[in-house]
């Protein structure tokens, strides 16, 4: 499976997502704060995960970021068909994704962007939308758009990257702060 760099032409006047200043700041000192506050939350999920099941913990998922590029994302590991309720209580909780701050400090995520893609799904959509490159203009997100139905789609992530404003990421993060941390259900990438 190979990667082409994807060429991303800007907008006159625009700033994208990921050449903005203030959002680079303001990602670097929320993934700081998330991970010193979760810090405790990070440690207790991590010895429950290992009390409650054997294999691994955390694993490093490949996704394809800015620009096209891949990377090896960190993400506390699901295990599926053998998930025990903890398992489930993350996922549920969100913090399934709390390991990827790491990636927003590293510059290869930030807090709020289009949804991270696999290989496979980078693959699949860019053979049918000729848009898809555009999301490129912002790095991946842990919090991603969504549409009115609060439903994670290309559409949302395109909309995103192409009327991106510091404004828009506080609402998006007020939106998903809104809906709580415990929701009906989480969206899967």
């Known amino acids: 499976m190979g990667f082409a760099l994807v060429e991303v032409t800007?907008?006159?006047g625009v700033v994208a997502p990921a050449k903005s200043v203030c959002k680079r700041a303001l990602d670097v000192l929320g993934a700081a704060f998330i991970l010193v506050f979760f810090l405790p939350i990070g440690?207790?999920?991590?010895v429950a995960i290992r009390c409650s099941r054997r294999g691994p913990i955390l694993v490093r998922e490949t996704t394809v970021g800015l620009n096209g590029r891949p990377f090896r994302r960190w993400r506390f590991h699901r295990p599926g068909e053998s998930e025990n309720v903890f398992d489930q209580l993350i996922w549920r909780a969100g913090l399934i994704d709390l390991p990827s701050a790491v990636n927003v400090i590293g510059g290869e995520m930030s807090l709020i962007g289009p949804r991270p893609h696999s290989p496979q799904q980078y693959d699949y959509l860019r053979k049918g939308r000729p848009d898809y490159a555009r999301r490129f203009e912002a790095r991946p997100g842990m919090i991603g758009p969504t549409l009115g139905?609060?439903?994670p789609s290309?559409?949302?992530d395109l909309d995103y990257v192409s009327g991106w404003s510091p404004f828009l990421d506080l609402?998006?993060?007020g939106l998903y702060a809104a809906q709580g941390l415990f929701r009906e259900k989480q969206t899967l990438d």
């Open 154 to 156: 290309l559409n949302a």
């Open 149 to 151: 139905d609060d439903e």
């Open 43 to 46: 440690a207790l999920t991590l």
């Open 171 to 173: 609402k998006v993060a």
């Open 10 to 12: 800007g907008r006159v």
